[in-house]
């Protein structure tokens, strides 16, 4: 199957200090996969190196099919005077050309992302007069509109309450049906566990990566996310994890779609 | 006082030509800050523009002391010191708002001691400071209009890019355009506005035109194009006004132009009919969400 992402022996430092090294993340086309990992871990840092935005020391960094990019969600300015269907739009701001006006073909495009993210109705809103989920959606548009094969989703759900995050799992889940790769920082571990294909768990370099049923040993997390073993986290995580086999046992069939 | 009628006849009136010349500067001038300050104001960069405006004095002095055109003095010290702040805020490492008031109260020191170098340099002091109708030359109307041209027209050809930029820097910056040039380009953009409006409306208060009427159009439309027409009406209205009501009432043409902007502003901001006071009473949107400044844009590039 071919990769829609391929990092191999990725060293990133940051004003003269180390923060990534030796990463190592191969995805497959299609998926929902996780970044997790604890503040400072260089989830951030992946993203920027993987979107060019900063230079890489050491190893490399392939995007076949296109990468879009969907940063957190207080770098945009939510005060601006433009419609959803305007911020879509400055996706393809570079294709368009600089002194030149939007085409057919890039207007069919914002068109487009907008009903895979199921926007159509609200693109002629202000994105001032907009929900969070309904933010979220829109910069994911905004990333679609190139149609790249990768998408990065940095910290999607912080800030959104549960059933803004469903509704945004439910697209995810069907963005990655279409064949789009996902890849999420998260801080929801719950989450991450029951809703991604696959996860990868960052601090510094990579710890452990593989299908969520995979990374059980508490050893794991305890080293990626530098605690004890009496801390909360890992209940949480072992929680999850006796939840989703109790619940996928009698539907093994069911597990492919679940996760 | 003078009626508006008797102000047209003297508009007219061949021994007061000084007055439809700073009529038309300040209009054009004015147009332009509306345009230009709808940039300034969605991108929280007021403080940015502050000081460029105040950086133009120290090039006004100078070129005032050596007799060269004033206009180019301002325009050389402006883009020196908004190239500056552009390459500065670039970097995290020194919080730009420090750099900046650094940069721009030194800027206007620097312009103060430059030109008390000229003798009898008090009167022309303050007509730098707060704007002066009368002694605008035939050419500097000219230059001024053409300028106008020049400055909506390279905002019009970067209007796409700049969008992205004020929106989201970083994502922007993903998409591989060039943030700095963009900055740039802006900041050049404010100095030549600033430039435009010193003659009549001075130094001091020219930030105003830039700031006011693109606030109160915010509060009047959630488009951006339109809200840069709405900014350059208000401007282009309230120097109308305001010269009119300075000329009546005998009164600093800078200072009446500027409450004027700031009676649109008010009003605007009372009866705007999405965001406005009244209507925000009624249960709609609030209307101070939009002052709130941009992290993004302040220190975090």
Known sequence: MSEALAVRGLGVALGGRPVLHDVDLQLPAGGVHGLLGPNGAGKTTLFRSIMRLIPIHAGSISTPGGVGYVPQRHDVMWDFPITAQEVVLTGLTRDIGLFRRPRRAHVQSVADALARVRMTDLRSRPITEMSGGQRQRVMIARALARRPQLLLLDEPFTGLDMPTQELLTGLFRQLADEGTTLLMSTHDLTHAIVACDGLTLLNRTVVATGHPGELRSPKLWMDTFDVSEHSPLLRQVGMVHRATSLHQHPHADYEEQAC | ?301
Not at chain 2, 215 to 229: K, Q, W
Request: overall charge neutral; glycine content about 10%; hydrophobic content about 55%.
């Open chain 2, 1 to 301: 006082m003078l009626t508006p009628l008797d102000f047209l006849h003297d508009l007219v009136n061949p021994m007061l030509t000084f007055l439809p010349k700073a009529l038309v500067v300040s209009m054009v001038a004015a147009l332009v800050c509306g345009v230009i300050g709808s940039h300034v104001v969605l991108r929280g960069m007021t403080f940015i523009g502050d000081a460029v405006a105040h950086s133009v004095f120290p090039g006004i002095a100078v070129a005032f002391v050596l007799q060269g055109s004033l206009v180019v003095g301002g325009i050389v010290a402006g883009v020196a010191t908004a190239v500056l702040i552009a390459l500065f805020s670039q970097t995290k490492r020194l919080r730009e708002d420090s750099v900046i008031g650094v940069f721009f109260v030194a800027a206007f020191a620097l312009g103060i001691v430059i030109i008390s170098l000229s003798p009898g340099y008090a009167g022309s002091l303050t007509s730098f400071l707060f704007g002066s109708i009368t002694g605008i030359p035939d050419e500097a109307v000219a230059f001024t209009v053409v300028m106008a041209v020049g400055v909506l027209g390279v905002a019009a050809l970067f209007h796409k890019e700049l969008v992205v930029v004020s929106l989201d820097r970083e994502y922007a910056r993903s998409l591989g355009m060039n943030v700095l040039l963009l900055d740039i380009v802006l900041y050049v953009l404010v100095t030549l506005a600033v430039v435009m409006s010193i003659q009549t409306i001075g130094n001091v208060l020219v930030l105003a035109l830039l700031v006011t009427p693109a606030t109160a159009a915010r509060m009047l439309t959630d488009r951006l194009v339109p809200m840069m027409a709405t900014a350059a009406g208000i401007g282009a209205g309230s120097a109308f006004v305001g010269l009119y009501l300075s000329w009546a009432l005998d009164v600093p043409t800078g200072g009446t132009i500027v409450l004027v902007c700031t009676v649109a502003f008010l009003l605007a901001w009372a009866f705007g009919p999405r965001h406005g006071l009244l209507r925000a009473r009624g249960g709609g949107q609030p209307s101070w969400r939009m002052t709130k400044p941009n992290s993004a844009l302040l220190g975090q590039s």
